[in-house]
């Protein structure tokens, strides 16, 4: 209980110095919304202003548990979190979300809701989250590829799906490391040859796929060891079956290109999708960024 006061102290402290700094001057909104680990849908709400010195701050404002994520029901969440700070929807100049329907709708959206209320809130949708969305619609589009991830989703969730699995495929990659470790083929230091587990890939959030790719690569052998042992072990033969197709798959040269040329081309847009999410970055900058990024894969297409 006294660390709970404690924690609404400080926040209502360092919420009051935030409004304080901003005053009476205009401010753009940031909202992102998703579900916690009690799959209770929970708003994210930062605002993004320029301080009496002429810089762009950025504070974050609070956490707002919704009963939905209709735009209605956002809207309605934003109005109540700006009465109960003092600020003023007529002060908006900008306001910023991805590309989910519910927030940037034309007609019925958070974004078009604002807008009806304040012309000048001007909607920018995130760069680097647009960046993503292009690889995503683009990558779908070739069946190669589509493919190529629908089995990596299939190969995260059957090694993932209990800790037991999770927890074995951890141990043998642990024991893996060691086994280099003694025998000098891999070095030691701080940060490196880290456990880990394979990530689970989000539909939007490309970024999540680059990582998946990385650990799929450098946990090849542990993941095919933990597949045979499903296929050995498994109680259904359902289970036995999809890890004996799966390391075929695997083992298929189809795969493996994929597999390397995805993480290269992801390699590079993850680069800019980083830089793009950086706060001291501006237009011009970005803009030469995505033409270095475009040259680099146009010569991969044509010099391989």
């Known amino acids: 209980m006294i660390q709970k006061d404690l924690a609404h102290a400080c926040a209502s402290e360092i919420t009051s110095v935030i ?3 901003i005053g009476d001057n205009y401010f753009s909104l940031i909202v992102d919304e998703s579900r916690d680990s009690l799959v209770k849908e929970q708003m994210g709400v930062v605002l993004r202003y320029v301080n009496k010195e002429g810089r762009v701050i950025e504070r974050f404002l609070a956490i707002v548990h919704v009963s939905d994520t209709t735009s209605l029901c956002l809207k309605d969440a934003i109005d109540s979190l700006f009465a109960q700070h003092g600020l003023s929807l007529s002060k908006l100049r900008g306001q910023g979300y991805d590309g989910a329907s519910n927030m940037r709708g034309e007609f019925n959206g958070l974004k078009a809701l604002i807008l009806q209320e304040n012309p000048y809130a001007m909607y ?29 989703s299939m190969i995260v969730n059957l090694t993932g799906v209990s800790c037991k699995r999770r927890d074995q495929l951890r141990q043998i990659e642990h024991d ?13 230091g701080k940060g490196k040859n880290q456990e880990t587990s394979l990530a ?39 289970n036995r079956g999809m890890a004996r197709g799966l390391i075929d798959r695997m083992n298929d040269y189809e795969f493996v290109f994929a597999l390397h040329l995805m993480k290269y081309l992801l390699g590079i847009t993850n680069d800019l999708s980083l830089v793009l999410q950086q706060r001291d970055q501006n237009i011009v900058q970005a803009m030469s960024l995505i033409d270095t990024m475009k040259s680099q894969l146009q010569d991969f297409r044509e010099e391989g």
């Not at 690889?135 to 089995?151: D, H, Q, T």
């Not at 893996?176 to 070095?187: C, M, N, P, Q």
């Not at 650990?215 to 060891?225: C, F, N, P, T, Y």
């Open 124 to 152: 920018i949708h995130c760069f680097a989250h647009q960046l993503q969305l292009v690889i995503v619609a683009v990558a779908k589009g070739n069946i190669i590829v589509s493919e190529f991830f629908v089995y990596v």
């Open 19 to 21: 409004i304080n700094d």
């Open 200 to 238: 689970r890939p989000g539909d939007t959030r490309w970024g999540s796929h680059y990582l998946t790719l990385l650990r799929l690569s450098s946990m090849w052998a542990s993941v095919i060891g933990i597949l045979g042992n499903i296929q050995d072990d498994a109680s259904t033969s359902d």
């Open 176 to 188: 893996k490391i060691v086994t280099l470790l003694d025998s000098g083929d891999i070095i030691s």
